[in-house]
């Protein structure tokens, strides 16, 4: 997010000085922040964090006897100077607009984040605190590409300058391993416990992945420090999810305005909140079930549930929603047509390759999801869910695909999204001849085998690092090829081709 703006003169300024004038009209943390200590150190303090994480621990810190479970946030990039300087201001407290379905909206001001430290100017404070023995967790929002793994293969990509980097320079790291191994490196050194490593991003698997990605850097590294690691870390995987637009100045001008309050920062989400945990820590953990979260032990089918339905759903809006002109989720999904294609695809191409779930109605589930989708108040936009598919689509819609092709089950409707991401990264307008705003690491690499296209119609899936081996399936060739023919045919409209595979 770009920095915002603030827009009132006569409103009160959001720091912990002026926490009590505000308490009248907005919840404010009850508990003494300055007792409390930061027992879970941070890594990416964006939106979601902020709309999760931090809500919970805002909630468990307002029962005593949680004081050692606040947060220190870290910001790993140069792109988070601006939040450093905002959070700075305010004593790390911001504001939490819950937004309802049916209009009704909850302001909270979050104090569970105690410390914020910016990696680019303090390396060595960063691995002290990770390092210090207070520090029980470190945990991650790095978003998917962070973990640095091949997305076809899933291996540790050693090829990454940061990581070069970071392998070469123990103690003046950049990326996320690199401070948790110089950090281990250090408690271990000291007869400290290990921290638990623990992910918070949209990954099946996510501790599995963490673990297997930060022991393939630690051995290159230093490998008796890794053999550490693999006996004394505790990697639980865990489901989160909460709907969290990117910030905009209509949620710092609505701060301001319902509330006077200035805060150069707030985090808008939506209601739903759900986290689930593998119970498996080595050095203690918050009682987060007493606020609402769910400790079980093997989160592995709520997480297929979740990534498949939730975060492939919204990738099928995204994508073909974005071709259509369309610019926010509940905009697009309120086209009984896209809500149809939406539904079709969770119930014919994922429910079938999904296990039961004890507790959990997938019928009820899916309403759900589409009743969140939907929720006018949030305007989660097409281009947040669609930057960074190439980290995204291995794993929650092309590994549908992929299993369905085993199983001889239909493909249309995920393939059809294949073809939209292709024409999308190729053209980069929608139907109306806008620009699209695409941000993705690979963008590059899509829009030139995208562009291919139209000389061999199998360029874009032949993106092995994405798509495996599936450009050699004759089956999924085959529907490709359909879907491409019918969007790239002379004045295809998206909603004709979509009506058409449905
Ligand atoms: C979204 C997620 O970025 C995406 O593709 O699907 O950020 C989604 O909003 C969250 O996972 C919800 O928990």
């Not at 919970?56 to 990039?77: S, V």
């Not at 911001?94 to 569970?112: A, D, M, Q």
């Not at 592995?300 to 498949?308: F, V």
Request: proline share 4%.
């Amino acid at each position: 997010m770009t920095k915002l703006k603030h827009t009132q003169a006569h409103t009160t300024e959001l720091n912990q000085h002026n926490i009590a004038s505000v308490s009248s009209i907005v919840d404010v943390p009850t508990y003494d922040r300055s007792k409390v200590k930061a027992g879970i150190v941070h890594i990416g303090v964006g939106g979601f964090h902020r709309a999760h994480q931090a809500a919970y621990i805002n909630e468990l810190l307002k029962t005593p006897g949680n004081e050692q479970w606040g947060i220190c946030g870290i910001g790993l990039l140069e792109a988070n100077r601006g939040l450093r300087d905002v959070l700075a201001k305010q004593d790390n407290l911001y504001t939490l607009t819950i937004r309802h379905p049916n209009g009704r909206v909850e302001n909270t001001v979050i104090g569970s984040m105690v410390e914020f430290l910016f990696a680019p100017e303090s390396k060595q404070a960063v691995i002290d605190k990770m390092a210090h023995p207070d520090t029980k967790i470190v945990s991650l929002t790095i978003t998917e590409g962070g973990y640095n793994f091949h997305p076809a293969t899933g291996e540790f990509d050693y090829t990454n300058p940061d990581i070069m980097h970071d392998i070469a320079n123990p103690s003046e790291p950049i990326t996320a391993f690199g401070y948790i191994t110089a950090a281990l490196k250090l408690r271990k050194e000291q007869g400290l416990a290990a921290f638990t490593v623990q992910s918070c991003d949209n990954i099946q698997h996510n501790g599995h992945v963490t673990r297997k990605m930060l022991l393939a850097f630690a051995f290159k590294q230093d490998a008796e420090l890794a053999h550490w690691i693999e006996q004394h870390v505790a990697f639980p995987n865990g489901m989160v999810d909460r709907i969290t637009p990117i910030s905009k100045q209509s949620d710092i001008d609505y701060v301001s305005q319902a509330y006077g309050v200035t805060d150069g920062w707030p985090i808008t989400c939506e209601s739903f909140t759900q986290w689930v945990i593998e119970d498996s820590f080595s050095n203690g953990r918050p009682n987060w079930d007493k606020v609402g979260a769910q400790f079980v032990s093997d989160v592995t089918p709520y997480e297929k549930m979740k990534i498949r339905l939730l975060n492939a759903g919204h990738s099928v809006l995204g994508l073909l929603g974005e071709l259509h002109g369309y610019s926010t989720i509940d905009e697009t999904v309120s086209d009984p047509l896209f809500a149809k294609y939406l539904r079709s695809f969770m119930d014919l191409e994922v429910t079938p390759l999904l296990d039961e779930l004890p507790g959990i109605d997938l019928d009820s589930y899916k309403d759900t999801l589409i009743e969140r989708f939907a929720n006018p108040n949030i305007k989660d936009s097409l281009a947040r869910i669609c930057s960074q598919s190439s980290a995204k689509l291995p794993k929650f819609l092309i590994a549908t695909i992929s299993d369905n092709l085993i199983q001889e089950r239909d493909i249309a409707l995920a393939t059809l999204v294949i073809a939209s991401w292709c024409l999308y990264s190729d053209k980069g307008v929608n139907q109306q001849g806008e620009t699209l705003e695409i941000h993705d690491d690979m963008a590059q690499e899509l829009s030139t085998a995208a562009k291919l296209t139209t000389i061999k119609p199998t360029s874009f899936i032949e993106l092995e690092s994405l798509f495996g081996d599936l450009a050699d399936n004759e089956e999924f060739i085959s529907q490709y090829t359909h879907a491409i023919a019918a969007i790239y045919a002379p004045q295809s409209q998206i909603k004709d081709v979509m009506a058409a595979t449905l």
